[in-house]
């Protein structure tokens, strides 16, 4: 396999020196180690160092020919004949760089190094770091979303009306369709292994402030654009998949996935359980999670989706919800104590410090620093 940007690696060395002992924010400390990344506005990259992609899926590392490209997904493949292009013009989606180019290991919003890649199942998936590569060959399956159905393909129309009468349930139990619909922003201020401030101005813009030993690691994402912020650096520009990748941290959050619940994507289906509590399979973005509520009010009890650990393996995240309190005529839960295959799961679990709604929100808030630049 061909080597990795010099850069990059020399990036992640010096970063994760600063991080040490704050592995949980894996998605943030490898958000800016590479350099060649297809950001907004910037021109498509070539990846997989002009290796052919059509035949790399086979096992064959073959130049491309600079004269026969396809775009997509902000990277330009180059193929080495008509055919290998044609092919992958048909089956795009089987070809090109999977994951939107996030790193197969740590997910969410790890970027992948555009030439640090592997093939596995036929598929082409970028990495991080080399040590994320080493340990996604050593156990692909360790690391990969098992695929499946839309839940509004799985689920039958008695499912659907179930669920979506469990999710106005939940809803009233919060506070009632009225209090939401009012709602203008949220503001969730949290304690734990990492400290975060949740900023949500209604309906999409959204900021996730996080305190380390290095200062406070700033990810924005709102419909016009996104970016990240690493003490001492200038901000970095999302790319579209990254400021997805951030609106999907968000809906981990019990409360703000019901936010949700009027986006065209969202779907609820009822699920048959036999622990004595009322579950719903919600999906939104295309991100599913199962809701538990109590029977009696309607109260969040739990949430469990698939989620990774420390290492970046994926298994079931469960994470339990208690100590509710009223806040201006919402209850909400102000405890979280989550598990990750029965184990405890330090980085999902918190102690909320606080929570405010319709404040009014510092100005520019949602804007990059106003001290240096996008790279």
């Known amino acids: 396999m061909r080597g990795a940007s010099r850069f990059g690696r020399r990036f992640s060395l010096s970063l994760r020196g600063a991080l040490r002992g704050a592995s949980h924010f894996g998605w943030l400390f490898l958000l800016l180690a590479c350099s060649g990344y297809p950001l907004a506005g910037q021109e498509p990259i070539e990846p997989l160092e002009g290796l052919d992609p059509v035949l790399l899926t086979e096992g064959k590392e073959v130049d491309g020919d600079p004269a026969l490209t396809v775009t997509r997904g902000g990277f330009r493949y180059s193929f080495a004949s008509a055919e290998t292009c044609a092919r992958f013009e048909a089956e795009p989606t089987r070809y090109e760089i999977q994951l939107e180019g996030f790193c197969a290991r740590m997910g969410g919003l790890t970027r992948g190094n555009p030439d640090l890649f592997a093939v596995h199942a036929g598929r082409i998936y970028l990495f991080g770091s080399a040590g994320c590569r080493t340990r996604f060959q050593a156990a692909p399956e360790r690391y990969l979303e098992p695929p499946r159905a839309p839940l509004a393909e799985r689920a039958g129309a008695t499912q659907l009306a179930a669920g979506r009468r469990l999710i106005d349930k939940a809803v009233a139990a919060l506070g009632g369709e009225g209090r939401l619909a009012r709602l203008t922003t949220v503001r969730i201020e949290t304690a ?173 808030v949602f804007n990059p620093p106003a001290t240096g630049s996008g790279s």
């Open 192 to 364: 734990g292994t990492a400290p975060t401030v949740w900023t949500v101005r209604l309906p999409h813009s959204l900021r996730r402030e996080t305190s380390l030993s290095i200062g406070p690691l700033i990810a924005v994402a709102t419909p016009e654009r996104g970016f990240a912020h690493i003490p001492g650096r200038a901000f970095e520009t999302f790319s579209a998949a990254q400021r997805r990748a951030l609106e999907l941290e968000a809906l981990r959050d019990p409360f703000l996935l019901l936010l949700s619940r009027h986006d065209p994507s969202f779907v609820a289906a009822r699920v048959e359980d036999a622990t004595g509590t009322e579950e719903v399979e919600v999906e939104s973005l295309g991100q599913a999670a199962t809701l538990a509520l109590e029977p009696d009010t309607g109260r969040l009890l739990s949430l469990r989706y698939l989620g990774r650990n420390d290492e970046g393996e994926m298994g079931l995240v469960v994470e339990n919800f208690s100590d509710f309190r009223t806040v201006d005529g919402l209850s909400l839960p102000f405890t979280r104590q989550a598990t990750w295959n029965g184990a405890p799961l330090p980085q999902r679990s918190a102690t909320v410090r606080a929570i405010e709604l319709d404040a009014e929100l510092a100005a520019g």
